[in-house]
């Protein structure tokens, strides 16, 4: 088996370090303001976005990229708290369709504001803009 160079390592370990910095700076901010986890925010955005077509629960799945449990559970608590509603879907009855309610839209409009200033604090004023256009396509290639 062929040894991992360190700086593969290190860009790993930057990569992740990173990222749960910045994610808890938004997580902190937007408990602080009394609004939601910010993977509420992702599925309210997500379901917005897909506007009156709404989006299966595998759809919004695919799109967050959490883990199948995870959005389950989420997506209970945001029908119990009235920010999505579930409906039969109409091509196939035992699959579900998830739409945004006007409650669920207000709360993702109100909570934007601090998940934005979150972001600019953990990023935005850490990075000129041409480091985080160069960061963001160097991670490009990541993605595929």
């Known amino acids: 088996m062929k040894s991992m160079n360190e700086e593969t390592v290190q860009v790993w370990i930057r990569l992740v370090r990173a990222h749960e910095r910045a994610l808890s700076t938004i997580e902190t901010a937007l408990k602080k303001a009394g609004f939601p986890p910010l993977a509420w925010y992702d599925c309210l955005w997500e379901l917005e976005q897909a506007g009156e077509a709404g989006l299966r629960p595998s759809e919004l799945n695919d799109a967050l990229l959490l883990p199948q449990y995870g959005v389950s559970r989420i997506l209970d608590r945001l ?19 998830l739409f945004l309610t006007p409650a669920g839209q207000k709360t993702r409009l109100a909570m934007w504001p601090i998940y934005q200033e979150a972001l600019e604090q953990a990023v935005g004023r850490r990075l000129s803009l041409d480091q985080q256009r160069k960061i963001a396509s160097l991670l490009k ?4």
């Open 79 to 97: 029908e119990k708290a009235g920010y999505i509603r579930r409906r039969p879907c109409e091509e196939d009855r035992r699959a579900q369709q």
């Open 141 to 144: 290639p990541l993605m595929d």
